[in-house]
């Protein structure tokens, strides 16, 4: 079977997407630095076709073997999000854009990649207008910056289906409470309440699960699919703050919903997108926004007990 390696598997998408890959008897190697000291993948040190590293995708002497070794490989080792980079610049640039070009100069042509960047570079999108993937990629952070980077390195490269996420949600063993829409879902579980800035910007959404099926779908239709981008996301999903803050308040009738004029949201992207390159080749989400809400829900007692940090900062 195949020999699968996921950097960052034990991060929000990849505590996921290893399960799923696992199931499927491929062998997996992680590498992952740990650096919010998750133990997400703990249940599946049972499994003879299961290795973990504790590494940093810097490391080029610890990378080389392991790359040579993978049939594919699927990079999640990522600073992720806006304020996590500002944070760590110089963290953000190396593993998010440098670590992915090495990757590139150092695989085979018959060697597949599946790389997840973000439709955060479509940044500010028209009014009305989907993005596609020929859209002009124009990211205002430097999460998009680097994202973009790397994937132009690995489209280049001509062995790799890249990804163009929507803002993802959902519960993962290695949850993230500062993602939109789980964010949101728990402010209304815990506060009643919520004030928005600039509530008129929208977004797609697409659940985890929903990511990680995505993944399985490029292993299987890698001949027809490398070479290209693609965008993943709810097509019943390209929705305002508001609109999504309605959406919830439909499981939560008693959130109170205010908007300010006064204050600015420092994150900018404001665009719709298209998903439609994607589902032309059969592939369809199977989960909506409201069945994730419906699982933060019953996912939220649980975390509200827990000491853990649930989010990138």
């Given at each position: 079977?195949?020999?699968?390696?996921?950097?960052?598997?034990?991060?929000?998408?990849?505590?996921?997407?290893?399960?799923?890959?696992?199931?499927?008897?491929?062998?997996?190697?992680?590498?992952?630095?740990?650096?919010?000291?998750?133990?997400?993948?703990?249940?599946?040190?049972?499994?003879?076709?299961?290795?973990?590293?504790?590494?940093?995708?810097?490391?080029?002497?610890?990378?080389?073997?392991?790359?040579?070794?993978?049939?594919?490989?699927?990079?999640?080792?990522?600073?992720?999000?806006?304020?996590?980079?500002?944070?760590?610049?110089?963290?953000?640039?190396?593993?998010?854009?440098?670590?992915?070009?090495?990757?590139?100069?150092?695989?085979?042509?018959?060697?597949?990649?599946?790389?997840?960047?973000?439709?955060?570079?479509?940044?500010?999108?028209?009014?009305?207008?989907?993005?596609?993937?020929?859209?002009?990629?124009?990211?205002?952070?430097?999460?998009?910056?680097?994202?973009?980077?790397?994937?132009?390195?690995?489209?280049?490269?001509?062995?790799?289906?890249?990804?163009?996420?929507?803002?993802?949600?959902?519960?993962?063993?290695?949850?993230?409470?500062?993602?939109?829409?789980?964010?949101?879902?728990?402010?209304?579980?815990?506060?009643?309440?919520?004030?928005?800035?600039?509530?008129?910007?929208?977004?797609?959404?697409?659940?985890?699960?929903?990511?990680?099926?995505?993944?399985?779908?490029?292993?299987?239709?890698?001949?027809?699919?490398?070479?290209?981008?693609?965008?993943?996301?709810?097509?019943?999903?390209?929705?305002?703050?508001?609109?999504?803050?309605?959406?919830?308040?439909?499981?939560?009738?008693?959130?109170?919903?205010?908007?300010?004029?006064?204050?600015?949201?420092?994150?900018?992207?404001?665009?719709?997108?298209?998903?439609?390159?994607?589902?032309?080749?059969?592939?369809?989400?199977?989960?909506?926004?409201?069945?994730?809400?419906?699982?933060?829900?019953?996912?939220?007692p649980i975390i509200e007990a827990s000491n853990n940090n649930f989010t990138n900062l």
């Amino acid at each position: 079977m195949y020999k699968v390696l996921v950097t960052g598997g034990a991060g929000y998408i990849g505590s996921v997407l290893v399960e799923a890959l696992l199931n499927r008897k491929y062998n997996v190697t992680v590498v992952d630095s740990l650096m919010y000291k998750q133990t997400s993948l703990t249940q599946h040190c049972h499994l003879p076709y299961f290795k973990f590293i504790k590494g940093d995708v810097r490391d080029w002497n610890m990378m080389k073997p392991l790359v040579d070794d993978a049939d594919i490989i699927i990079p999640l080792a990522c600073v992720v999000g806006m304020p996590a980079c500002k944070k760590h610049p110089e963290l953000t640039l190396d593993t998010n854009q440098i670590a992915i070009e090495w990757l590139a100069r150092n695989t085979r042509d018959n060697q597949k990649i599946i790389f997840p960047t973000t439709n955060s570079g479509y940044g500010i999108g028209q009014e009305g207008i989907y993005c596609t993937e020929k859209t002009p990629l124009k990211p205002i952070s430097l999460y998009g910056v680097t994202k973009v980077k790397a994937e132009e390195a690995l489209l280049k490269k001509g062995n790799a289906v890249t990804f163009r996420l929507a803002t993802v949600f959902g519960i993962s063993p290695r949850m993230r409470l500062d993602l939109l829409v789980n964010d949101f879902t728990y402010k209304a579980f815990k506060d009643k309440y919520i004030v928005l800035f600039e509530s008129h910007f929208k977004r797609n959404f697409i659940h985890i699960r929903d990511v990680t099926k995505s993944f399985l779908f490029a292993i299987d239709n890698f001949d027809r699919m490398k070479g290209q981008p693609y965008n993943v996301g709810l097509s019943t999903a390209n929705i305002s703050k508001k609109e999504l803050c309605e959406t919830i308040k439909k499981f939560i009738p008693d959130f109170y919903i205010s908007e300010s004029e006064i204050n600015e949201d420092p994150d900018k992207r404001n665009y719709i997108v298209s998903n439609a390159k994607l589902e032309a080749l059969g592939w369809i989400p199977s989960r909506s926004l409201e069945d994730g809400i419906n699982e933060l829900l019953k996912a939220y007692p649980i975390i509200e007990a827990s000491n853990n940090n649930f989010t990138n900062l």
